[in-house]
């Protein structure tokens, strides 16, 4: 985690750009924990993070909607999840747009299988922008006015380095427990 964190105060916009552009959210976190410490400015790190989340996501959704071939090897790797998002769309309509932000696992497959389908483009850039605003601020501003906290977890697990790789497993493995769950064959 230090490593992340000496790297964002080094090169931080940067970095917080391309990760964010495929819609990740740790580079946010670390980048309001390093903007609650000074060395970054948590205003620029949600501009930069909304606008790079935005346009990958328009991204996605355009590639998949004018090159399918483009993207069909990697579909077939992840039929399930895609088939996942398929059923979250039907289910919830709209609103899938916005909570893909924050399901880890289909968030660059939602904006795919919309693409795959005939979802209005200029709708779909629309609900894209508000969302990838919104999870920006949620994920800026919430490390950043949790930077004390935060940065005290990590201190602590940093003293303690033993419990890091038991709480990364028991993460994965619950992460891993939902996606079998929600892609299971019926």
């Given at each position: 985690?230090?490593?992340?964190?000496?790297?964002?105060?080094?090169?931080?916009y940067?970095i917080?750009?391309?990760?964010?552009?495929?819609?990740?959210?740790?580079?946010?976190?670390a980048?309001?924990?390093?903007?609650?410490?000074?060395?970054?400015?948590?205003?620029?790190?949600?501009?930069?993070?909304?606008?790079?989340?935005?346009?990958?996501?328009?991204?996605?959704?355009?590639?998949?909607?004018?090159?399918?071939?483009?993207?069909?090897?990697?579909?077939?790797?992840?039929?399930?999840?895609?088939?996942?998002?398929?059923?979250?769309?039907?289910?919830?309509?709209?609103?899938?747009i916005?909570?893909q932000?924050?399901?880890?696992?289909?968030?660059?497959?939602?904006?795919?299988?919309?693409?795959?389908?005939?979802?209005?483009?200029?709708?779909?850039?629309?609900?894209?922008?508000?969302?990838?605003?919104?999870?920006?601020?949620?994920?800026?501003?919430?490390?950043?006015?949790?930077g004390?906290?935060?940065?005290?977890?990590?201190?602590?697990?940093?003293?303690?380095?033993?419990?890091?790789?038991?709480?990364?497993?028991?993460?994965?493995?619950?992460?891993?427990?939902?996606m079998?769950?929600?892609?299971?064959?019926?």
């Amino acid at each position: 985690m230090n490593d992340i964190f000496t790297s964002l105060s080094t090169y931080g916009y940067i970095i917080l750009f391309l990760y964010s552009f495929g819609g990740g959210f740790f580079a946010l976190v670390a980048a309001g924990i390093l903007s609650y410490a000074g060395k970054m400015d948590i205003t620029a790190s949600i501009t930069v993070a909304f606008i790079a989340n935005f346009i990958g996501d328009t991204v996605l959704f355009y590639i998949a909607r004018y090159n399918k071939s483009m993207v069909m090897p990697y579909i077939k790797k992840h039929r399930r999840k895609l088939a996942l998002s398929s059923i979250m769309m039907k289910k919830y309509g709209d609103k899938i747009i916005f909570f893909q932000k924050f399901i880890y696992g289909v968030k660059t497959l939602v904006p795919i299988a919309i693409g795959l389908t005939r979802y209005d483009f200029k709708k779909f850039t629309i609900y894209n922008l508000i969302s990838a605003l919104i999870w920006a601020l949620v994920f800026g501003l919430g490390s950043y006015y949790s930077g004390k906290y935060l940065m005290e977890v990590a201190l602590y697990l940093k003293n303690h380095i033993y419990i890091t790789p038991i709480v990364l497993a028991i993460l994965l493995y619950l992460m891993w427990l939902y996606m079998e769950k929600a892609t299971r064959k019926s």
